[in-house]
C-alpha cells in the first residue's frame, strides 16, 4: 500500500503522546499550520530533505483522531487512531463507508501501527467533493460504526491541496523567497500565480502605493516581471513587500497558503505562526521565518476583507533582525485601514 510509504507523522506523534510508545512515524515535520480546527503540516521522509506529503489531523469527543493526508503524487488517505486500540501492524480489516447519504463504500483499513490504521482514498474528484461538501462521515468496521461530524473539511481538504502545489513549485521559483531584495529572473509561474488576472496586478500596485505612501515609506519601487505569488512586490533598500488578492478562499485558507509558499521558497530553519489580535478589531495576522541571523528574513502578514468581495493579503519583511519590518507592517497596516476605510 502507498500508506506505508508516506505514514502520517501527525496521528503517529499524537499516538505516541497518547501511549508513551516508540515513535513510529517515518516522516518529519517541515511546518505546520491551522486551519479552523484542524492541525495541519506538511512532512519529509524521515531523514530526508525532500517534500513528502501534507496531513492535518483533528480530535473528536470519542477519543479518535482523524487524519486526512495528501501526497507528492496528491494521492489521498484517511486514518484514525485511539490509545485504546490493539491492533496488528500490517493487518488489514474490510469496512465501508459513507458520507451523508451517499451510497456506502467498500474499503480496505491497513493497521500502520498498534494504535493507528489508514485507509487510501480512490483518485476521484466526485468523492474528494462528498468529503469537501459533507456534513458527517460513517464507518462500519466489523465491531461498530464510527461516526464523524466533517467540521471544516471544506477548508481543510482545499489547504492540504494548495500545501503540495506549494511544496511542489519548480526550483527556479524559489529564488525571490531565498533572497527577497534580488529582481526575479525569468521562470515558470507557480500553481499559486498561474491564471492571475492582469486586473488584480492593476488593484494590487494602486493599493500598495496608496498605503506606502499613507505609512510614510520612503523610496520604494515595484519589482517587475514575474511576481510569482503576489500580485505586487515592492521593496526599500531595508524592506520588502507585497499584495495579493483572494477572491474566494476565506483567511484560513489565504494563511496556510502564504505559509507554504514562504516554507516552500526557505533554504534554511523556517518558523511560522499566528500573531495574536491587540484587540477585537484587528485583522487576522501572522509572520513566517526563514533562516537566522543576518541571512535570515522574517515576514509580516495580516489579511483584510476587500470591498469588491474576498480578500487582500499584505506582508511587510526584511532581511537579519525582523524589527524594522514589525515597526513598519503596523504603521501599514494602520494605513491599509485608513485607506481602504475601515
Not at 3 to 16: Q, S, Y
Not at 46 to 52: I, L, W
Not at 141 to 154: D, E, I, P, R
Not at 182 to 203: D, F, H, I, K, M
Request: with cysteine; proline share 6%; hydrophobic share 40%.
Amino acid at each position: 500500500m502507498r500508506w506505508f510509504k508516506i505514514c502520517l507523522f501527525a496521528v503517529c506523534g499524537a499516538v505516541l503522546a497518547l501511549t508513551g510508545g516508540p515513535r513510529t512515524a517515518s516522516a518529519e515535520l517541515m511546518y505546520n499550520f491551522p486551519v479552523g480546527t484542524w492541525s495541519a503540516g506538511a512532512y519529509t521522509k524521515q531523514n530526508a530533505k525532500q517534500f513528502n506529503h501534507c496531513a492535518a489531523s483533528a480530535n473528536y469527543n470519542s477519543g479518535i483522531l482523524m487524519s486526512f493526508s495528501v501526497s507528492r503524487s496528491f494521492a489521498w488517505s484517511m486514518a484514525f487512531a485511539h490509545p485504546s486500540w490493539r491492533l496488528t501492524q500490517g493487518q488489514t480489516y474490510d469496512i465501508a463507508f459513507t458520507v451523508d447519504q451517499m451510497p456506502p463504500l467498500r474499503a480496505r483499513a491497513v493497521a500502520v501501527g498498534p494504535n493507528l490504521v489508514e485507509v487510501p482514498l480512490a483518485d476521484s474528484t466526485e468523492l474528494f467533493q462528498r468529503f469537501r461538501q459533507g456534513y458527517q462521515l460513517r464507518v462500519a468496521a466489523a465491531g461498530q460504526v464510527l461516526a464523524f461530524n466533517l467540521t471544516g473539511t471544506s477548508q481543510v481538504l482545499p489547504a492540504l491541496l494548495r500545501c503540495v502545489q506549494a511544496n511542489l513549485q519548480p526550483a527556479g521559483t524559489t529564488a525571490v523567497a531565498a533572497n527577497p531584495f534580488a529582481a526575479p529572473a525569468n521562470t515558470t509561474a507557480t500553481p499559486a500565480s498561474q491564471g492571475r488576472p492582469a486586473t488584480y496586478r492593476a488593484e494590487a500596485v494602486s493599493l500598495a502605493a496608496n498605503i506606502l505612501g499613507s505609512a510614510g515609506v520612503i523610496g520604494f519601487r515595484f519589482v517587475e516581471g514575474d511576481t510569482a505569488f503576489a500580485d505586487a512586490r515592492w521593496r526599500t533598500d531595508q524592506l520588502f513587500g507585497m499584495v495579493r488578492i483572494e477572491p474566494k478562499e476565506p483567511p484560513g485558507l489565504i494563511s496556510a497558503e502564504a505559509i507554504a509558499v514562504d516554507a516552500a521558497g526557505c533554504r534554511s530553519k523556517f518558523a511560522s505562526g499566528s500573531i495574536p489580535a491587540s484587540d477585537n478589531n484587528d485583522v487576522p495576522r501572522m509572520f513566517t521565518k526563514c533562516g537566522d541571523g543576518d541571512q535570515g528574513y522574517t515576514v509580516f502578514y495580516f489579511i483584510l476583507p476587500r470591498k469588491a468581495g474576498g480578500h487582500y493579503l499584505i506582508g511587510t519583511g526584511t532581511s537579519g533582525t525582523e524589527e524594522p519590518a514589525r515597526q513598519v507592517e503596523s504603521d501599514i497596516r494602520q494605513a491599509t485601514l485608513k485607506v481602504t476605510g475601515r
